[in-house]
């Protein structure tokens, strides 16, 4: 059955010299492959430059259910971006987010709720100038919501640590090594306190940044089991550090 659904670009790889397969997070599917036949041909309905990591699209896709493979008829930009394919700090970022959302979503099913934070979050990402370098970790920490591991709030009585484990604040140190230091974890408190489109209002400098990347990375870890390493990670904190 032919069908039009808006799709997050993940990832693609060659299947033969005209064809490849592209992995997307599709508004009515859920994460989806598909095999995009031809390309690099001048005709093609879809040319490869739309395939990089995060960018939307306008899809015409044949769904069968339970097949694994889908094929894709056409993708063109939703949204031409205007600042992401030419910042280098805003790439990186989009190049992890599209890794580990490669990890995260894998079910094949309609989440709108998902699918209207991710395309929003994207658009934020390009858009954003003022506390974009705290994009990353905001995303982070309210991608667990729609995930369903989001930590518990911070509570009125006092605390010191986040215990990665039971996603929760502590006022004793936990006897395991999976929390955030004192420093960490009240920066990390704040989060909960401003909207996603308020990143100028986040001051963290790029130890925090990088410590709270590192602790949130390992709570998707122990939260969602994912297997294997962020290629991409290490590259990132190149970049922005």
């Given at each position: 059955?032919?069908?039009?659904?808006?799709?997050?670009?993940?990832?693609?790889?060659?299947?033969?010299?005209?064809?490849?397969?592209?992995?997307?997070?599709?508004?009515?599917?859920?994460?989806?492959?598909?095999?995009?036949?031809?390309?690099?041909?001048?005709?093609?309905?879809?040319?490869?430059?739309?395939?990089?990591?995060?960018?939307?699209?306008?899809?015409?896709?044949?769904?069968?259910?339970?097949?694994?493979?889908?094929?894709?008829?056409?993708?063109?930009?939703?949204?031409?971006?205007?600042?992401?394919?030419?910042?280098?700090?805003?790439?990186?970022?989009?190049?992890?987010?599209?890794?580990?959302?490669?990890?995260?979503?894998?079910?094949?099913?309609?989440?709108?709720?998902?699918?209207?934070?991710?395309?929003?979050?994207?658009?934020?990402?390009?858009?954003?100038?003022?506390g974009d370098n705290n994009f990353l970790i905001s995303f982070l920490f309210r991608l667990t919501r729609y995930l369903g591991v989001d930590p518990q709030s911070p509570p009125s009585i006092p605390f010191r640590y986040f215990d990665l484990i039971?996603?929760?604040?502590?006022?004793?140190?936990?006897?395991?090594?999976?929390?955030?230091?004192?420093?960490?974890?009240?920066?990390?408190?704040?989060?909960?306190?401003?909207?996603?489109?308020?990143?100028?209002?986040?001051?963290?400098n790029n130890r925090i940044r990088r410590n709270l990347l590192d602790h949130l990375v390992e709570y998707y870890k122990v939260h969602l089991d994912l297997s294997g390493d962020l290629k991409s990670l290490a590259v990132l904190k190149e970049v922005?550090?």
């Amino acid at each position: 059955m032919l069908t039009k659904t808006r799709g997050i670009f993940l990832h693609y790889i060659n299947y033969s010299d005209s064809s490849v397969i592209a992995r997307i997070y599709t508004e009515e599917y859920g994460q989806q492959s598909y095999i995009v036949s031809g390309v690099h041909s001048k005709k093609s309905n879809t040319r490869i430059n739309v395939f990089q990591p995060l960018f939307l699209l306008d899809l015409e896709v044949y769904h069968r259910d339970g097949r694994a493979v889908q094929r894709l008829k056409s993708a063109r930009l939703a949204v031409p971006f205007t600042k992401l394919p030419y910042d280098i700090a805003k790439s990186s970022q989009a190049i992890f987010l599209a890794e580990l959302l490669m990890k995260c979503l894998k079910e094949e099913e309609r989440n709108v709720e998902l699918f209207d934070f991710l395309f929003h979050a994207v658009c934020l990402l390009d858009l954003a100038e003022e506390g974009d370098n705290n994009f990353l970790i905001s995303f982070l920490f309210r991608l667990t919501r729609y995930l369903g591991v989001d930590p518990q709030s911070p509570p009125s009585i006092p605390f010191r640590y986040f215990d990665l484990i039971s996603a929760s604040f502590k006022q004793d140190e936990p006897v395991h090594s999976q929390f955030m230091d004192v420093e960490t974890t009240l920066k990390f408190a704040e989060l909960f306190e401003i909207e996603f489109s308020e990143l100028g209002k986040l001051r963290f400098n790029n130890r925090i940044r990088r410590n709270l990347l590192d602790h949130l990375v390992e709570y998707y870890k122990v939260h969602l089991d994912l297997s294997g390493d962020l290629k991409s990670l290490a590259v990132l904190k190149e970049v922005l550090s």
